[in-house]
């Protein structure tokens, strides 16, 4: 496939490695002037962005997060691209509604968000815009998995999307700790990755919850540590919990979140 790349810093970079390592022939754009000297083997450089977009497939945009300078580069993409090539951006937080304004079919970009840094970490955020069809993002979460990407798709357009959301949650209540004098920065990051760091690299937040309260599950959680939420809301979780995560496959969920636990604690060289 031919995949254009625009804006070759740190996610622009890390994304060429991974899709020429995927066997695509991988075009370049950046006006940095040691471009030559920071792509990966292999790649391919082309001056301006119009001539890089020519003959894409696809096109992983990863420019400055300035929404004046992505609605311009988006009206030249489409511009010069063909017009069935998948227009995708890298941002971490700007939607594509606002991106596209100045696209004639603004329904044609989709953001395709990914945890730094993309040749490594599985997740992108799929965040269409309302303009975009069903039929595109199908082809854009097609793309990522053939990668061998985890696609999700973000059903509404908020801002910061939901992965880095959650993060900037716990960061604020990590750097208010630390300021309060309660642990210092490395005790905190101690107590984190021996901790929720384990446990949500294997289960999320949710199933976390579903199999730490017992064969009651996400339902006896909420109704004895978790009187703060709203019973419907309440209900309304536990149900979805049920239906994902089936209480009568309690011991075999428990066993595999334990293998897996015990596999990364080891793969980190054990407890120290
Ligand atoms: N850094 C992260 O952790 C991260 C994670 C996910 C997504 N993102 C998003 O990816 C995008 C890029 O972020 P980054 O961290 O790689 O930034 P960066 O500053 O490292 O790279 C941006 C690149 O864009 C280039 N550029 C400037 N003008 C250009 C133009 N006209 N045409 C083509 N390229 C141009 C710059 O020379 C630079 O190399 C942003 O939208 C950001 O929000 C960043």
């Given at each position: ?73 988006f ?21 594509a509604s606002?991106m596209s304004e100045?696209m004639?079919?603004p329904?044609?970009l ?19 815009s ?143």
């Amino acid at each position: 496939m031919k995949i254009a790349i625009i804006g070759a810093g740190t996610i622009g970079l890390s994304w060429a490695t991974l899709f020429l390592s995927k066997g695509h022939t991988v075009t370049v754009s950046d006006p940095r002037p040691d471009l030559a000297q920071v792509v990966p083997r292999g790649a391919l450089l082309a001056e301006p962005v119009e001539q890089a977009v020519a003959e894409a497939e696809v096109v992983q945009e990863n420019g400055p997060e300035r929404i004046e300078f992505k609605q311009d580069l988006f009206a030249a993409i489409e511009k010069a691209a063909p017009s069935d090539a998948l227009i995708l951006s890298s941002t971490s937080g700007l939607v594509a509604s606002a991106m596209s304004e100045k696209m004639a079919e603004p329904g044609r970009l989709i953001v395709g968000h990914p945890f730094n840094p993309p040749h490594i970490l599985p997740l992108v955020e799929l965040v269409p815009s309302p303009a975009t069809p069903d039929a595109l993002v199908r082809r854009a979460r097609e793309f990522y998995r053939s990668l061998g990407k985890v696609p999700v798709l973000v059903h509404k357009e908020v801002d910061g999307f939901v992965a880095n959301r959650l993060q900037h949650v716990l960061f604020r209540e990590c750097v208010s700790l630390v300021e309060q004098g309660v642990v210092s920065v490395a005790e905190l990051d101690e107590i984190v990755t021996n901790s929720v760091g384990v446990r949500w690299a294997t289960v999320g937040p949710f199933q976390a919850f579903h199999l730490g309260g017992g064969p009651g599950g996400l339902r006896h959680m909420m109704a004895h540590l978790m009187t703060d939420i709203e019973p419907e809301t309440a209900a309304r979780l536990a149900e979805a919990a049920e239906r994902e995560y089936p209480l009568e496959n309690y011991e075999q969920l428990c066993e595999m979140r334990d293998r897996l636990q015990s596999a990364i604690i080891e793969l980190k060289g054990g407890v120290n």
